[in-house]
């Protein structure tokens, strides 16, 4: 059985920094992402990253300030977020999928979600 669960969310003042985790479990996947959906607004692409590490995609609301890793050893996914503002609150989803990069939410499997909150 598939499973994808993260961690690392929390509250923090805004200019702070949080890693998020999201171990996968029941199988290995080429492609990892996260997104978030903050209240009332749709589920939004943040970050993804390929199996090698080489190729990674950000939205241009987080580049400079966050950054996806993976260990491929422990099938973990990781996303740094620095420099943290009030509109990054939002639930962070993690998400994976056996196919090639995309920032589209065409992932075949999904995390539970882990709340980030920045205040001002």
């Known amino acids: 059985q598939v499973q994808l669960v993260e961690s690392g969310g929390g509250l923090v003042q805004a200019g702070g920094s949080l890693r998020l985790s999201c171990a996968a479990s029941?199988?290995?996947?080429?492609?990892m992402g996260w997104f978030r959906q903050a209240p009332g607004k749709e589920r939004e692409f943040v970050a993804v990253?390929?199996?090698?590490?080489?190729?990674?995609s950000y939205a241009d609301s987080v580049k400079g300030r966050f950054t996806v890793s993976r260990d491929n050893a422990k099938n973990t996914v990781y996303l740094q977020m620095n420099s943290l503002r009030p509109e990054d609150t939002a639930v962070y989803y993690c998400?994976?999928?056996?196919?090639?990069?995309?920032?589209?939410?065409?992932?075949?499997?999904w995390g539970q979600g882990t709340q980030v909150t920045v205040s001002s």
């Open positions: 998400a994976a999928r056996r196919g090639g990069i995309t920032t589209t939410p065409a992932y075949e499997y």
């Open positions: 990253i390929n199996w090698s590490g080489g190729s990674t």
């Open positions: 029941g199988r290995t996947f080429s492609t």
